[in-house]
């Protein structure tokens, strides 16, 4: 290790580490919405499930933020809408006519996978910004047209997947550029899901028929089929509406990897995966894991990524370990974030020597051998939870406040992509039963 870095880290222990701990980012604090105008933002919401509903309440809890109407194939959460959101709005089966309505500035987008990428190029064609779900595509041919379309027509577009706007994700890319721990090595991150609705087993309203319901419309593109109520309201586990695991959490892994490691993306991936547990007549696997291998790029060697979920466990946990040449760092829920430097205690392997060849030993090991200066031993940082990987409530912030500025936000549509279509590889692997390639400049499938 040369001395230079050697000095860089010393330092960068020293010094940043107490500027970090005071950051407000640190005590959870979210970002708040600017308003140089008086004007409020008008948003309307496609898609009223669990999320929808959601991101609707994170928008409204900022100031400056009204709701014009909102639209969804399902009648009861039509009126469960007008009950929280009041009889004023608009509500509408048919999307268009929220897009159609002059005074919507933009739109938030939470239907079903299939749905995504359709209504967000209607949507921008239309002259609003978008706030639209993960993942953002359902089929990698989407993700050239989403980019293209945002790029044409220059309205903002942001993908829902949080970590971009977490402080403990933004803290662990400023680590990892400070040199903190050193090269990449390896990334591992996990979910594990243990309730019914983490399993997407959602519950199937009483009264779903095809009066309370606009199957026709929620089909779309995808192949026709009589009305399937476990088809509409548990549409993650099917493939013709779904992206499975992958599009819904491996998407969210990559999303925080890509960010905190300033990397655009894997050039191989391999997954396996399997009905373990779930067996309700779901088509997509409620156990995977997949393989990533990440080329060096300008700012870091090679590393490699592990991603695991299942649905079979006993707790909820998620987290992330990214593992360097000189330590760890690790990010997790209810952890926060934590910097742990890697084990260099030679005493174990020379305690069979003597004495005074150990403490000889000992001294060298600390001595730095161009300035004899003694290295300080590094320990175990917490920096604190930030409530999370990051809230719906922040990651709305940094939404509105991009459409108050007119800046462009982190998570685009080609971010968007560079996330999203590795996740769906994992897919076309574990279908194919290979490794895929994956150029990560230019997007594309390549040999593997």
Sequence with gaps: MSRSFRTTRREFIRTASAGIAASPLLAGESPQIHTPSADPIRIASVGMGQQGFADTRAALSHPGIELVGVADLYAGRRQRAREVFGSGILETAD???????????????????????????????????????????????????????????????????????SPIYRKARELIRAGAIGELVLVEAWYRRSSTNGAWQYVVPPDASPDTVDWPRFLGSAPKRPFAAERFFRWRNYWDYGTGIPGDLFVHLLTGIHFVCDSPGPSRVLAVGGLRYWRDGREVPDLMLGMYEYPR???????????????????????????????????????????????RDIRPSISTFPEAMQESLLREQQEDPEGGEVIETETTTHYGSAGGPGGTEAHLATFLQALRSRQPVVQDATFGFRAAGPALLANLSYLEGRPIGWDPGTMEVVPA
């Excluded at 044409?152 to 949080?162: A, D």
């Excluded at 079979?312 to 760092?329: K, N, W």
């Design 297 to 343: 790029n300008d700012v870091h060697p090679a590393f490699n990524v592990s991603l695991k979920v299942n649905f079979a466990d006993t707790v909820e946990e998620s987290g992330m370990r990214i593992a360097g040449s000189d330590g760890v760092l690790t990010l997790g829920r209810t952890l926060g974030l934590e910097k742990r430097p890697r084990d």
């Design 95 to 165: 999307y268009r006519e929220l897009l159609d309505r002059p005074e919507v500035d933009a739109v938030i987008v939470a239907t079903s996978d299939h749905w995504h990428a359709p209504i967000c190029i209607e949507a921008m064609q239309a002259g609003k910004d978008v706030y639209c779900e993960k993942p953002m595509v359902h089929s990698l041919e989407e993700g050239p047209r989403m980019i293209e379309a945002q790029q044409r027509t220059g309205r903002i577009l942001q993908v829902g997947s949080q970590r971009t706007s």
